[in-house]
C-alpha cells in the first residue's frame, strides 16, 4: 500500500545544534506537506512542497522535496526550545484527492 | 476569523456505546476530513467530505460514519465502541484539495 516513512522517531538536541528529519514514499506524491504537533496540541500546518526539487525556507527551517517527488526533509538550525513538539510530514498521492497519508512523526526533545 | 472548532473537547465512553463528534470548519472553507491519531502516533486518515458527500475513505470499518450539513459543519459517529477506540479525533477543513487546518481534536477514552 502508499505509505509515508519518516526517521528518526526520536531527535535529542542540545540548544543551539541543527538536525535533520528525513521523509520517504513507498510511491511518487503528488505534494508533501509538514506539520508541528506541541505536545496536548493538534497538528499546525507549517508548509506544503508541491514541485520537484522544490526547497522553501522559513527562519531557521528549510524543507526541500526530492528531485523523483518520493522524499523529503526538514532541517533546523540552531535548536530552541521552542522547537520542541512532533514534526510529521504528510503526502499526497496521485489519485487520493486531499487524503493526507502521514509519516509516524520524529518527536524533538531540546536539552538547554 | 475563527479556525477550526471541534466539540466536545473530551469524552468518555464505555465499550458497546455510540459517540458523535462535531466539527466546524475554517470560514470560507467547504470540505472536511477526519483523522484518528492513537497516542504516540500519527494521525489516520478516516474520510473526508465535500458538498455533503463522502469522497475519500480511508481503512475503518463500517462503524464510523460520518456526515456534513449544509452549512459544510460535519459530524464523526463511530458506533459498538471498543477500547482500540480510544484516541484523539482530529477535523480538518480545506478549500476543495487545499492546504488542511486542524482543530483542537476530540479526546475519546473507552473504558
Known amino acids: 500500500g502508499q505509505q509515508v516513512m519518516q526517521i528518526p522517531q526520536y531527535q535529542h538536541v542540545q540548544e543551539g545544534e541543527d538536525f535533520t528529519t528525513y521523509c520517504n514514499s513507498s510511491?511518487?506524491?503528488?505534494?508533501i506537506q509538514w506539520y508541528k504537533q506541541r505536545p496536548g496540541g493538534h497538528p499546525v500546518f507549517l508548509i506544503q512542497l508541491v514541485k520537484s526539487g522544490e526547497v522553501k525556507k522559513q527562519k531557521r527551517l528549510t524543507f526541500q522535496f526530492g528531485e523523483a517527488k518520493k522524499n523529503s526533509s526538514l532541517h533546523i538550525t540552531a535548536t530552541q526550545t521552542t522547537d520542541v513538539g512532533t514534526y510529521f510530514c504528510a503526502g499526497i498521492f496521485r489519485d487520493s484527492w486531499g487524503k493526507l497519508q502521514f509519516g509516524a512523526g520524529t518527536q524533538v526533545v531540546v536539552t538547554p | 476569523d475563527a479556525g477550526v472548532t471541534q466539540s466536545p473537547t473530551h469524552l468518555i465512553k464505555t465499550r458497546g456505546q455510540q459517540v458523535t463528534l462535531r466539527c466546524s470548519p475554517k470560514?470560507?472553507?467547504?470540505?472536511v476530513s477526519w483523522y484518528q491519531q492513537a497516542l504516540g502516533q500519527g494521525p489516520q486518515f478516516i474520510f473526508q467530505?465535500?458538498?455533503?458527500?463522502?469522497?475519500q475513505r480511508g481503512n475503518f470499518p463500517d462503524r464510523f460514519s460520518g456526515h456534513q450539513f449544509p452549512n459544510y459543519s460535519s459530524e464523526l459517529n463511530v458506533n459498538a465502541l471498543l477500547l482500540g477506540d480510544s484516541a484523539l479525533y482530529l477535523c480538518?477543513?480545506?478549500?476543495?484539495?487545499?492546504?488542511?487546518?486542524f482543530g483542537p481534536g476530540t479526546r475519546l477514552t473507552v473504558l
Open positions: 480538518a477543513s480545506s478549500l476543495g484539495d487545499t492546504t488542511q487546518y
Open positions: 510511491t511518487t506524491l503528488s505534494n
Open positions: 470560514s470560507g472553507h467547504d470540505t
Open positions: 467530505y465535500y458538498e455533503e458527500e463522502e469522497r
